[in-house]
């Protein structure tokens, strides 16, 4: 059973930066694609970045391109978000998780999660 942990979440003023991290562990962890998903109060769940299981291919949903950056270390089985110049509208429950390759369009596709970390952007 592969296990995601989040960490790095909390408050900040808008324009800030936070990074987040998700520990993975558990069989064959170093072979999924990891992805970070987004959940705001009473929206959707969305993907906001996604890296392939070597870390050699990332996309991002636009809105946040140019803003977060998704990296993996491949030999902490670590993933990160880096978040810079962050808005209210960033704030959300941010989860992670893990599914056999990269996949951008819906979120289904994942099939294992972390408990998700609260990011809270003020104005």
């Known amino acids: 059973q592969v296990q995601l942990v989040e960490s790095g979440g909390g408050l900040v003023q808008a324009g800030d930066s936070l990074r987040l991290s998700c520990a993975a562990s558990?069989?064959?962890?170093?072979?999924?694609?990891i992805a970070w998903v987004r959940q705001a109060p009473g929206k959707e769940r969305e993907l906001v970045a996604a890296?392939?299981?070597?870390?050699?291919?990332?996309h991002s949903r636009g809105s946040v391109e140019g803003r977060f950056t998704i990296s993996r270390d491949t030999a902490k089985n670590t993933v990160y978000l880096q978040m810079n110049s962050l808005k209210p509208e960033d704030t959300a429950v941010y989860y992670c998780?893990?599914?056999?390759?990269?996949?951008?369009?819906?979120?289904?596709?994942?099939?294992?999660w972390g408990q998700g970390t609260q990011v809270t952007v003020s104005s």
């Open positions: 998780a893990a599914g056999p390759y990269l996949e951008m369009a819906d979120p289904k596709h994942y099939e294992y």
């Open positions: 558990g069989p064959r962890v170093s072979t999924y694609a």
């Open positions: 890296i392939s299981s070597t870390g050699g291919l990332t």
